[in-house]
């Protein structure tokens, strides 16, 4: 049966909490989780949700856990996630409170543990498409139930952090064909990936990145003001826009996806010489192949 975990992010996670679910945590070997998931049904659907910044925000993009995140949805038998953030724009195009579903990824992270792969077995998985091509139209077929704009595919940045960019860097991202910058959809899309999970992304504009710089005679403080305003605005859309794609996600739920079998054909060691310990390292992850 399919369940459907759904990740916060900044703006997003607190108001995906639902009455009367159940919290759940799960022993990883990769750590602990950013805080309590709660497991719960909503329209006919099982349901995971993780806040990514743990409670209260209080994890930045780089201090994650990743890799026992993604671990955790798997164990508790997420066959699809869908992840949120905010975004900044580097497109004219993508204005503040419109909704992006992107299909494409940079990754410049360099302090983030980016594979669950590390030890017992050699793995590659494809990520050609980032994206589950399934989700990502699920996602985009309910566009109709928000009163925004809701733009089909982009290329996502995903910067370090946490310092934002330099107008260099900025300017330097949009010639690299960047259409938005943010901070933590990798390495989530590529281990979702690695545990075949189907995975999928609804980013909130909040405000354009500073290669367009923001009106004289605004100080920072009413910066700020306006950025929050546009991110609460999103926010309200990327809600109608994922409770919607619940709503109807049994219309997908049976539909495989090219991610619930990316290990097939990823896993290069000699079945031989992989040691029992792997199976008993990686639990869910390898449990079909080994």
Not at 132 to 145: E, I, S, T, W, Y
Request: with cysteine; net charge negative.
């Amino acid at each position: 049966m399919a369940t459907l975990g759904i990740i916060g992010g900044s703006g997003l996670g607190q108001a995906l909490g639902a009455e009367g679910g159940e919290p759940v945590t799960v022993s990883t070997p990769f750590g602990e989780h950013s805080g309590p998931i709660v497991r719960t049904r909503w329209a006919h659907t099982n349901i995971v949700l993780l806040n990514r910044h743990g409670s209260g925000h209080t994890l930045g993009p780089s201090a994650v856990n990743y890799r026992a995140n993604i671990y955790a949805l798997k164990a508790l038998g997420c066959t699809h996630v869908i992840a949120s953030g905010a975004v900044g724009s580097l497109r004219e195009e993508l204005a503040p409170r419109h909704l992006v579903v992107p299909d494409q990824i940079i990754d410049k992270t360099h302090r983030r543990r980016g594979t669950f792969f590390e030890q017992y077995l050699a793995a590659h998985v494809e990520l050609a498409s980032p994206f589950c091509p399934v989700l990502r139209k699920h996602l985009l077929d309910c566009g109709d139930a928000v009163d925004t704009s809701v733009h089909d595919g982009g290329t996502y940045v995903c910067m370090e952090g946490p310092a934002f960019s330099t107008r260099a860097e900025s300017e330097m991202h949009r010639q690299w064909g960047g259409d938005l910058i943010g901070m933590t959809l990798m390495p989530e899309a590529k281990l979702a990936r690695e545990a075949e999970i189907a995975y999928a992304a609804v980013c909130l504009v909040s405000d354009y990145d500073c290669w367009r710089p923001a009106p004289g005679d605004l100080d920072r403080h009413e910066l700020l003001k306006e950025i929050i305003g546009h991110l609460s605005a999103a926010t309200a859309n990327a809600l109608a826009l994922i409770k919607t794609a619940v709503e109807r996600f049994e219309r997908i739920a049976e539909k495989p996806s090219p991610a619930h079998s990316a290990l097939e054909l990823a896993i290069w060691s000699d079945r031989a010489s992989i040691p029992p310990a792997a199976r008993d390292h990686y639990g869910p992850l390898v449990s079909k192949y080994l």
